[in-house]
C-alpha cells in the first residue's frame, strides 16, 4: 500500500522527532503511575474499575472536565413552580436495550437500576405526524417502512454471513423495495425518523452490515425497549456511582480540569503531558478520548501513530445530534403525547423529532419539550444564535399548530456538539466500504497505547454499553499483562497482550471474523462476568 520510498521518508522524520525528544529532561519530574486512563467517561471509569478489580490500584483518571461522565452530561434548564431548574440531558439519554428474562442484560441498564435511575419507556407508537399544515395523519407511512426494513434487515444478514460486499443503508433500502421520492417529505420524515434519528446519519452515509448487526445486537440481544432517562440528579449518576466503588473523596488518582496536549508512547511506556505543563508517566495509558477529539489534532502523538492507526481514524464518522429545549408557560401541545413528527415541505431533517418532557411518567408540569436535529441541520443550528434558532424552531411550532397562539419560550438552551473541544461532535457512525479489519485496526494498541470507548466497539458502537465493556476490555487486558494473567481477558478474540492489527488490508475480514456479529445468540463473546 506504502512505496518504500514513502517508509524511507517516515523513517527519517521519525528519528529527527526522536532526536528532539531526548533532548527533553523534563520526563524525571513527571508523577509516576502504573496506568494512566486519559478520560473520565463511562469507558475510563470501567478500565479503572477493573484495574481496581485486578488489584491494581496504582492508576490515574486524566479528565478535561470538572467532572466524570464525558458524553453522560447534563445542565440546569428552565424552572419548575418554586423556581428551582430542571435537569436535562445533553448527551446520552435512553438506556438502549434493557434485557429479557433469560437472556443477557445490558450493563447499563444493571447500572440504571442498581443507582436507582428514574426512567421511562419511550413508547414510539406514542407519535403524532405534522407537516407545513398542521396535524395530518401519515403514521400508515411508519408501518410501510418497517414492513420493508424487515427485509433490509434480512439481507444485510445475508450480506454479513455470505462475506458480500457491504453497500449504504440507501442501497440496502432501495434493493428491498424502500424508494422513497425525493420530493415525498412525508416519506422523508419517516425515514428521517426511522433511521437517522438513531444513526445520526443519513442512510446514504451508513453502512448496512454494520448499522444493522450493531442495531440487532443492541435491540434483539437485549430487547427492543428504550428507556428515557430524566434522573434529576442526571444520568452520569451511574457513572460517579461506579467510580464511587473504587475512588474515596477527593481522591488524588482523579485528576480533574486536565486537558491533555501530547501523548508520547512507545514498546516501554507512556507520558502524558497537560497543557498546565506538568505530566505523568505509566507503563501503560488506555486513550478514551472521543472519534472527533482523534479526528481533531488537537492532541499529538509521538511518534506520529503509524499509517494503519492514522487511517483508521480517518475511516469513521463523528456524528453529531443536537437536542434543543424549550420551556413554555402552559404545554400547549398534545399532553398524553411523546412524540411529535414533523415534515418540513422543503428539507429533510429540518427539526423534525420533537419530544415532550411534559407526557405522563416523564416531568409532569415541566411544559418541556424539545427538538433533535442531526448531521448538516445539526451543523447549522450549532453555528447559529440562539435567537436565530429559535426563530425558527418557533416557525415550525406555529406550523404545527396553526390553531393555537403559541406563547414565547420562557426558556431556551442546546449545546454545540460539534464544536466542543473535548468531543467534538456526539457519537460515531460506520461507514459502507469500511471493512471490520480497518475497525480491528481503530481499537489495537499502539505499543503500550491502549484505546477504548464506544468507537472502539463494533459491536456496540454509538451505545454507552459500547463504551462500558470497551473500558473493561482494556482494563482487563493491561491487568493481565501486568498481573501475566492473560487467562482472565474475557474479550476471546484477541491474543492477550497486543490487539491484532492489520499493515494490509484485504477488504472483509475472514468470515470466521464475523460470528461476532452473527445474530444476537453469541451472547457468550462479551460475558461480562
Ligand atoms: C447527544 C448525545 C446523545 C447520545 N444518546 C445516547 C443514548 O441515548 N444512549 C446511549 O447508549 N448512548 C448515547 N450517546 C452516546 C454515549 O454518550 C457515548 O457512547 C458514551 O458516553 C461514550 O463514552 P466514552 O467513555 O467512550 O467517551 P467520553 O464520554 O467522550 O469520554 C472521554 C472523556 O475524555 C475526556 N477528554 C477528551 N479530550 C480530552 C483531553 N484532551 N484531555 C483530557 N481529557 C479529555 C472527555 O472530557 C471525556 O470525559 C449519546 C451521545 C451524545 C453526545
Ligand atoms: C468489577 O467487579 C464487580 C464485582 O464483581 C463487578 O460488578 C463489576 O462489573 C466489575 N467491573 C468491571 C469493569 O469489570
Ligand atoms: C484470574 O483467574 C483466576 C482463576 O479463575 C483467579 O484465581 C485470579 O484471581 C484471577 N486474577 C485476576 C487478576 O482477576
Ligand atoms: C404506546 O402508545 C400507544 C398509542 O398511544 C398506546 O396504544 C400503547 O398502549 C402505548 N404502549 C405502552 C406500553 O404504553
Ligand atoms: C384549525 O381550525 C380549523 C377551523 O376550525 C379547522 O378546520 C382545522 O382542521 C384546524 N386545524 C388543525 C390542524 O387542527
Ligand atoms: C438482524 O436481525 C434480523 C431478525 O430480526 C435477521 O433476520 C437479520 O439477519 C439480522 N441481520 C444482521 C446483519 O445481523
Ligand atoms: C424520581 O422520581 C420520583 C417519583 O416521581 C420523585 O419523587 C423523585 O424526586 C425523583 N428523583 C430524582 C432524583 O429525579
Ligand atoms: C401536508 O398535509 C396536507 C394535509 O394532509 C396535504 O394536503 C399537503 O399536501 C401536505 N404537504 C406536503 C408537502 O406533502
Ligand atoms: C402563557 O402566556 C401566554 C402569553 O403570554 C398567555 O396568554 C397564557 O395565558 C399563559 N398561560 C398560562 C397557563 O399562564
Excluded at 437517522?196 to 427492543?224: C, H
Aim: aromatic letters at 14%; glycine letters at 6%.
Amino acid at each position: 500500500m506504502f512505496s518504500k520510498r514513502m517508509l524511507a521518508t517516515a523513517l527519517v522524520a521519525q528519528t529527527c522527532v526522536a532526536a528532539v525528544l531526548n533532548d527533553r529532561s523534563d520526563e524525571a519530574q513527571c508523577t509516576k503511575t502504573t496506568v494512566a486512563i486519559l478520560g473520565g467517561g463511562m469507558a475510563g471509569v470501567a478500565a479503572a474499575q477493573a484495574l481496581s478489580n485486578s488489584s491494581i490500584h496504582d492508576f490515574v483518571i486524566i479528565e478535561y472536565q470538572s467532572q466524570l461522565g464525558g458524553r453522560v452530561h447534563h445542565t440546569t434548564f428552565g424552572k419548575d413552580e418554586n423556581g428551582d431548574p430542571y435537569t436535562v440531558e445533553l448527551g446520552a439519554n435512553w438506556v438502549q436495550g434493557l434485557g429479557s428474562p433469560g437472556g443477557p442484560e445490558n450493563p447499563i441498564w444493571t447500572f440504571a437500576k442498581k443507582w436507582d435511575l428514574n426512567n421511562t419507556y419511550s413508547n414510539y407508537s406514542s407519535i403524532l405526524t405534522y407537516n407545513e399544515t398542521g396535524y395530518t395523519d401519515y403514521s400508515h407511512v411508519l408501518d410501510e417502512y418497517e414492513n420493508k426494513f424487515q427485509a433490509t434487515s434480512e439481507l444485510a444478514g445475508t450480506v454479513l454471513r455470505e462475506n458480500y460486499q457491504d453497500m449504504t443503508v440507501r442501497s440496502g433500502l432501495s434493493v428491498t423495495g424502500w424508494k422513497p421520492k425525493r420530493d415525498d417529505m412525508t416519506a422523508q420524515a419517516v425515514e428521517w425518523w426511522e433511521w437517522d434519528w438513531e444513526d445520526a446519519y443519513s442512510p446514504e452515509q451508513s453502512s448496512l452490515v454494520f448499522g444493522v448487526a450493531g442495531s440487532n445486537l443492541t435491540f434483539n440481544q437485549y430487547s427492543d425497549e428504550n428507556n428515557y432517562v430524566w434522573d434529576q440528579r442526571g444520568y452520569s449518576r451511574i457513572i460517579t456511582g461506579e467510580a464511587s466503588t473504587f475512588l474515596k473523596k477527593n481522591d488524588p488518582r482523579l485528576h480533574l480540569n486536565s486537558r491533555i496536549t501530547e501523548v508520547k508512547y512507545s514498546d516501554d511506556g507512556v507520558t502524558i503531558y497537560k497543557d498546565d505543563g506538568s505530566c505523568v508517566s505509566a507503563a501503560y495509558a488506555v486513550c478514551t478520548f472521543s472519534l472527533g477529539v482523534l479526528q481533531s489534532d488537537t492532541v499529538s502523538f509521538t511518534p506520529d501513530l503509524p499509517d494503519w492507526k492514522k487511517t483508521s481514524i480517518a475511516k469513521f464518522n463523528m456524528g453529531t445530534y443536537t437536542k434543543i429545549f424549550l420551556q413554555f408557560n402552559e404545554t400547549f401541545w398534545p399532553q398524553d403525547t411523546q412524540y411529535f413528527l414533523y415534515a418540513s415541505p422543503t428539507t429533510r431533517g429540518y427539526y423534525p423529532v420533537w419530544q415532550s418532557l411534559s407526557a405522563p411518567g416523564f416531568i409532569p408540569d415541566s411544559n418541556i419539550i424539545f427538538v433533535t436535529v442531526v448531521g448538516d441541520q445539526a451543523y447549522r443550528a450549532e453555528r447559529q444564535t440562539n435567537e436565530q434558532t429559535k426563530d425558527e424552531v418557533m416557525a415550525v411550532l406555529r406550523e404545527m399548530y396553526p390553531n393555537i397562539t403559541i406563547p414565547e419560550p420562557t426558556a431556551f438552551m442546546y449545546p454545540r456538539w460539534s464544536t466542543t473541544p473535548w468531543a467534538y461532535g456526539s457519537y460515531s457512525n460506520w461507514p459502507a466500504s469500511t471493512s471490520l479489519e480497518m475497525h480491528e485496526n481503530f481499537r489495537a494498541n499502539v505499543d503500550r497505547l491502549w484505546f477504548a470507548g464506544e468507537a472502539t466497539s463494533a459491536q456496540y458502537f454509538g451505545f454507552l454499553h459500547g463504551a462500558w465493556f470497551e473500558g473493561q476490555n482494556a482494563g482487563e487486558q493491561i491487568a493481565a499483562l501486568l498481573n501475566n494473567e492473560c487467562a482472565n481477558v474475557t474479550d476471546t478474540s484477541d491474543a492477550c497482550g497486543n490487539l491484532r492489527h492489520y499493515e494490509n488490508l484485504y477488504g472483509s475480514s475472514p468470515l470466521a471474523d464475523y460470528s461476532v456479529f452473527d445474530g444476537w445468540s453469541v451472547s457468550s463473546f462479551y460475558s461480562s462476568s
